[in-house]
């Protein structure tokens, strides 16, 4: 455990013994390297939000052509457009809507 601890922190007491040790420094730099790492603990959240919203994004767009191909096959069976909302739960405009994307 010791030798890990030299091997940490070995260069900051070798310099703390040659140089003129100065707290406010210290303290300083300390911040100044606590604040690096919360900005790139920012970066990483950022970054894998992004990455959510675009499997997200990804999801969403696959359950709407699947929503479309189902609406278009029943048209296509001659299921009318009430009977299509009240199976499906969409409205008409929906179902229209859907329709004059897929067909």
Known sequence: ??????????????NMLYAEY???DDIAVQREE??????????K???AAREET???KEEMAR???????????MYQKGII???????CGYTMDEDVQILDERC
Do not use: H, Q
């Not at 457009?81 to 199976?87: F, H, K, N, P, R």
């Open 1 to 14: 455990m010791l030798v890990e601890k030299t091997r940490k922190y070995g260069k900051a007491a070798l």
């Open 22 to 24: 100065n707290y406010e």
């Open 81 to 87: 457009t009430e009977e299509i909302s009240e199976m």
């Open 63 to 73: 359950e709407k052509i699947a929503r479309m191909n189902t609406v278009k096959k």
């Open 45 to 47: 959240e950022i970054a």
């Open 34 to 43: 606590a604040a690096e790492e919360a900005w790139d603990n920012v970066r």
């Open 54 to 56: 675009a499997a997200a």
